[in-house]
């Protein structure tokens, strides 16, 4: 096999699995698109053995091969290859690799957060690390500077994503809604159970979607940091995720039995925004190393 078809088989399981991920990093050079699908190949697997399966043993191979390939020692397999041939481009690290490892195992292991601060955790464990993964690939200039601002926006995605999925968690014995926040708000697990869309849901919704918009916010004052090829796709992902959070309103904060999307029509809006976003950072960009 070629690093091609490695590519190539990596390539496939983003096109299955995530349409926005597909559709932002799909525009970026080939080489860089490929790293792009090789990270997001791992990151599906370790997903998959926790979310579809279940299975400690899968994830504990996982993590098992990923330590034979910190020390040099490459799988044989097409995603470990890719990886490999990723890792020598781009020259990414292993420690985010293995925390999101760590929080996969926090889901197969999963007990309520507490708190907002243990939300927060998991949050980075699962999601800021895959920023901290890519950041060689699409921000080579600034990648050391925008780790703060890559961690907070893979925060704000797993928010959109766990506010977006309420519902579904829930019937998968799952609440990431933190314990202590929902006793603030007086709402209870079983009026998830019950479907529920009060006064009181939707406040303590709306008080999660304001930290993921404030994450949002954090990570756009950095855009003009990252390469010239890699703004775009990141500012695309970001704003089709972020939509989420408004079309879940427009929807009565139905998370509970409606599963959301972003449209077709809607993601064509944020494909031209986008683009005049990734422009007016580029330009704020040369203004501000001019004035240094």
């Known amino acids: 096999m070629t690093i091609e078809h490695d590519y190539a088989y990596c390539k496939r399981i983003i096109q299955q699995h995530s349409k926005t991920f597909h559709l932002s990093f799909s525009r970026l050079p080939e080489h860089r698109a490929n790293g792009i699908f090789a990270v997001y190949a791992f990151c599906r697997r370790a997903d998959d053995a926790v979310d579809e399966h279940s299975d400690p043993v899968k994830l504990q191979q996982i993590h098992q091969e990923l ?86 926006l893979g925060k704000a995605m797993q928010l959109t994503n766990i506010l977006r999925d309420v519902g579904q ?49 954090q990570a756009q004052r950095d855009y003009h940091l990252y390469d010239a090829e890699g703004r775009f796709p990141v500012i695309l992902a970001a704003n089709v995720y972020r939509a989420l959070l408004d079309t879940i309103r427009r929807n009565d904060y139905d998370c509970l039995t409606k599963r959301n999307y972003v449209s077709r029509a809607e993601k064509a809006r944020l494909l031209a925004a986008s683009r005049q976003q990734s422009r007016t950072a580029r330009h704020h960009g040369k203004e501000k190393r001019n004035a240094q």
């Open 67 to 152: 330590t034979e390939f910190s020390a040099g020692h490459v799988p044989c397999h097409p995603m470990w290859r890719a990886l490999h041939h990723t890792f020598t481009v781009f020259q990414l690290k292993t420690q985010p690799f293995f925390q999101l490892l760590e929080g996969q195992q926090l889901d197969l292991g999963f007990t309520q957060p507490e708190s907002q601060d243990q939300l927060e955790q998991y949050c980075y464990l699962v999601a800021g690390t895959v920023g901290l993964m890519i950041l060689p690939i699409i921000a080579q200039e600034h990648a050391h500077r925008l780790e703060p601002s890559a961690i907070a």
């Open 169 to 217: 968690d829930y019937r998968m014995g799952r609440i990431y809604l933190p314990r202590e926040v929902m006793l603030r708000y007086e709402y209870t697990p079983d009026d998830i159970g019950r479907g529920n869309i009060n006064r009181a849901f939707i406040d303590l919704w709306e008080h999660e979607a304001q930290q993921a918009e404030e994450y949002y916010e």
